[in-house]
T-cell receptor, first 114, second 114 residues
Framework: QKEVEQNSGPLSVPEGAIASLNCTYS??????FFWYRQYSGKSPELIMS????GDKEDGRFTAQLNKASQYVSLLIRDSQPSDSATYLC??????????????FGTGTRLKVLA | EAGVVQSPRYKIIEKKQPVAFWCNPI?????LYWYLQNLGQGPELLIR????????DSQLPKDRFSAERLKGVDSTLKIQPAELGDSAVYLC????????????FGPGTRLTVL
């Protein structure tokens, strides 16, 4: 089992719809969670970080964390063609595991259709 | 505030040649990371520095890869000799510390080994 799993996609949604991206992780003691957006040929760009169970909203983006079920999701409301990119989930196991490094999923490719 | 700076942006070399990549982190960031990203995959950590100390180099292929961060600021990653399979994007990231802190990525160096 991979440590951080994402559906590679592509996930296609029409413009204006809600895009839902999911990520599961294996290390139950993981402490911090991040969503990065990566356009083709570019480096990852941070969108959201989340550390506590529940929802965290920032503009059109909402991150959801459920540590009991070991998943983290990203919702993008009112999706725009400019949101078309690969979304990387990163998990930092942190002090509980003695590991302070991000573990990335393979990313989900999102396509927003105009 | 300037972001993470990397050079060169692109490098094409013949196999068995040496190559070096340079990274200057965000000012004040103590932790520096080198990642490798293959096409369609998430970044994979090669080495993590806390100031000038390499605290996690378990994924660095030490027979051909080396890295240094002599003064705890900028860093160099070297491959000697390069192999065809080393063709990838090499990303540098930095964070204030390696606890739960966010990592910020540089633009990357795209290496092509012919």
């Amino acid at each position: 089992q991979k440590e951080v799993e994402q559906n590679s996609g592509p996930l296609s949604v029409p413009e204006g719809a809600i895009a839902s991206l999911n990520c599961t992780y294996s290390d139950r003691g993981s402490q911090s969670f991040f969503w990065y957006r990566q356009y083709s040929g570019k480096s990852p760009e941070l969108i959201m970080s989340i550390y506590s169970n529940g929802d965290k909203e920032d503009g059109r983006f909402t991150a959801q964390l459920n540590k009991a079920s070991q998943y983290v999701s990203l919702l993008i409301r009112d999706s725009q063609p400019s949101d078309s990119a690969t979304y990387l989930c990163a998990v930092n196991p942190g002090a509980a595991s003695g590991t302070y490094k991000y573990i990335f999923g393979t990313g989900t490719r999102l396509k927003v259709l105009a | 505030e300037a972001g993470v700076v990397q050079s060169p942006r692109y490098k094409i070399i013949e196999k068995k040649q040496p190559v070096a990549f340079w990274c200057n982190p965000i000012s004040g960031h103590n932790t520096l990371y080198w990642y490798l990203q293959n096409l369609g995959q998430g970044p994979e950590l090669l080495i993590r520095y806390e100031n000038e100390e390499a605290v996690d180099d378990s994924q660095l292929p030490k027979d051909r890869f080396s890295a240094e961060r002599l003064k705890g600021v900028d860093s160099t990653l070297k491959i000697q000799p390069a192999e065809l399979g080393d063709s990838a994007v090499y990303l540098c990231a930095s964070s204030y510390d390696s606890g739960t802190d966010t990592q910020y990525f540089g633009p990357g160096t795209r290496l092509t080994v012919l």
